[in-house]
């Protein structure tokens, strides 16, 4: 049931990374307006930077939960990336800005799920994920002790 659980957790962070990594990859001017969007004092350097990089990052940390492939550094990576995400959102939420997450859309899936691309929506979206990536992280720590106990 663990091993069950697990592979689902992967399926659900990895999918939604690579599908958000992909949905970047072809946009690079729009997800550097959604960067601007966020209104962070950044130099232009560094927000070309982030808009190029960030959709790659996405789809390697995707992929390599999605396979289990070096699972401590792809939870890392997507932990640190899930925080950066809530606390982005969250700053923006607070400050009322009216912007779009840049994040994947899954009002196509049911429209009440647009909920989840506004700041608050995807703050608390973000928390969930993060949440996940702590059980997924758990799960596989123990994993390993679990196939040489058997």
Known sequence: ???MTAVFLRLVLGGLFLAAGLSKL???LQTLASIYAYQIVLPDWLASTIAAALPWMEILVGLAVLAGLWL???LGWTAFMLVAFTA???QAWWRELPIDCGCVDLSELHPA???LSTPGGAALRNLALLGLTA???ALARRQPAEKSAG
Do not use: F, Q, S, Y
Request: net charge positive.
């Open 1 to 3: 049931m663990k091993r």
């Open 26 to 28: 072809g946009a690079p």
């Open 72 to 74: 401590p550094v792809a």
């Open 88 to 90: 982005l959102t969250a």
């Open 113 to 115: 799920l647009a909920v």
């Open 135 to 137: 059980a997924l992280a």
